[in-house]
């Protein structure tokens, strides 16, 4: 027995020095050095783990070629299946490319993706002939257990993510608040409020308020926490709202980390007057909600915050653009060459402001949300621009309240809490409204619900990808079975839907969580706590060039000049 591990025990020793022979060609001694002292003096130890592992080696008969990994391990995978999975004779969809092929998956993560893949008879396999095989998608604008307006928002990170999972989301970016300002608090708080979760998770974190300390803190999220994008509101005065001198500097310290800054883009001035101007008019329902803060507005605030991410140099994202105005002004921007990225969301793309006039109260007010959904017109222009590539990616920015909570405003709009699902209806009706219309193709779909996020927030190819080595996040959607959307149906804790009734095809029949098969035949199978933080670093893709740029702009100033005192 001992002359069956000898060999490969030698050979993995030759290895080691001919890797440190070539890492010092390339001239990374000092790191050689300490990885050599390393390896040998534990030499012992490694000896032992070696002939460990080589007891669980794969037989013969189970070995898959192209069998790799990227290395992503996490201390926190609660409840990872060990199970391996095939999924067979599906067309395998990347926002790059699509072809019928099997996915092998072993441990939670793609071990191979090729044509008839034979396995053994302890491998489960899923049969998805005729449908796609798809990266599961990335919702990167939630609100669970959010406080706001005087309630918490009905779906928590365990009923909010069982419904992003019954509809094919695999993962969600939801948004930490402060907690009087301090970042540090309010990551804790949100850490706290995600144990119960059953899937992965990031966060961005808002600031609301600026000094030293916030500065500070932003590192430490960076650095230490896997934050690298944060959010600056430009409305709700008297709560969130910065002032355009607040934006500016974190607009800075964002640069300098290389995270990206975030705008909810109204301007907070003057939503609060067109507020006063209804309620001084005797509009004090749903319907004053849209009219307090019409499209101008939002107009206004996109382009100033584009103008100000222009001046400090950085790229921007625009959370949410609900209208034509703000659109307009993103793709001028990009025009130019900006760097600014447009994430619409799904009630913005599909309805429109008719149902805010419903003479129900509780009809009416399940559609408050902010920036308002607009007029019939704007939604078909966000569609175009997200066809077209002006807007990249969508999101939900699913905030639920129940009737219950809607009511807090009946007597005055400015009090109904703002919001409206979507976490479960996104994938079904981004396919339904984009590709069966011929507006997108199958993997421009993959890109703006799955990969262009994944590249943003810098966790690409580890998500958004059916890759060697990607997180096995998978979808399998027939084009051919309908769905339809209700209130009962639905997985959310609210007893409202903003698309009751609504009707379409291509449905998610099965969706995996890193390798766990979690949604198949109409069923749910999570748990609370299987859920995982994932960290993302900062300087992704949209960074690159950005110091360039700088050189170029301070080359050109051709300051400052050097003058003799004027002789008197």
Known sequence: MLRTYLLPLMTSIMSVELLFSLLQSRKLSAQVSMLRRFVFKHWSLLVVVFLVLSTFQISESHQISGFGYFGYADSTDIGLSSSKLLIKGGTVVNAHHKEVADVYIEDGIVASVRPNIKVGDD???????????????IDPHTHLAMEF????????FFSGQAAALSGGTTMHIDFVLPVNGNLTAGFENYSRKAKNSCMDYGFHIAITR???????????????????????????????????????????????????????????????AGQKR???????????????????????ATARAIRLARFVNTPLYVVHVMSIDAMEEIAKAQKEGQRVI??????????????????????????????????????????????????????????TFNSAQKSLGFEDFRKIPNGVNGIEERMHLVWDTMVESGQISVTDYVRVTS????????IYPRKG????????????????ASFEMTKDSHHSRTDTNVYEGRKGKGKVEVTISRGRVVWENGELKVEPGSGRYIEMPPFSYVFDGIEKADSAYLSSLHAPVQRRKAST
Request: hydrophobic share 40%; aromatic share 6%; charged share 20%.
């Open 123 to 137: 491998v489960n396999v899923i049969d998805a002939t005729g449908k796609y095989v798809m990266p599961g998608g």
């Open 149 to 156: 307006m005087g309630s918490e928002t009905i779906d928590d």
């Open 210 to 272: 600026w000094d030293e300390n916030v500065s500070e803190e932003m590192e430490i999220m960076v650095r230490e926490k896997g934050i690298n994008s944060f959010k600056f509101f430009m409305a709700y005065k008297g709560s969130f709202m910065v002032n355009d001198e607040l934006l500016l500097q974190g607009l800075e310290r964002c640069k300098a980390l290389g995270a990206l800054p975030m705008v909810h883009a109204e301007n907070g001035e003057g939503v609060a």
């Open 278 to 300: 209804m309620i001084d008019l005797g509009i004090t329902g749903p319907e004053g909600h849209a009219l307090s803060r019409p499209p101008v507005l939002e107009g206004e």
């Open 342 to 399: 447009g994430e619409p969301v799904v009630s913005g793309l599909i309805l429109n402001d008719s149902w805010l006039w419903h003479p129900d109260f509780t009809t009416a007010a399940m559609y408050v949300m902010s920036p308002p959904i607009r007029k019939s017109g704007h939604a078909k222009a966000l569609q175009a621009a997200l066809s077209t590539g002006v807007l990249q990616l969508v999101g939900t920015d699913h905030c």
């Open 451 to 458: 990969t262009e996020c994944a590249r943003i927030f810098n």
């Open 465 to 480: 990808a059916i890759l060697v080595g990607s997180d096995a996040d998978i979808i399998i959607l027939n084009p051919n």
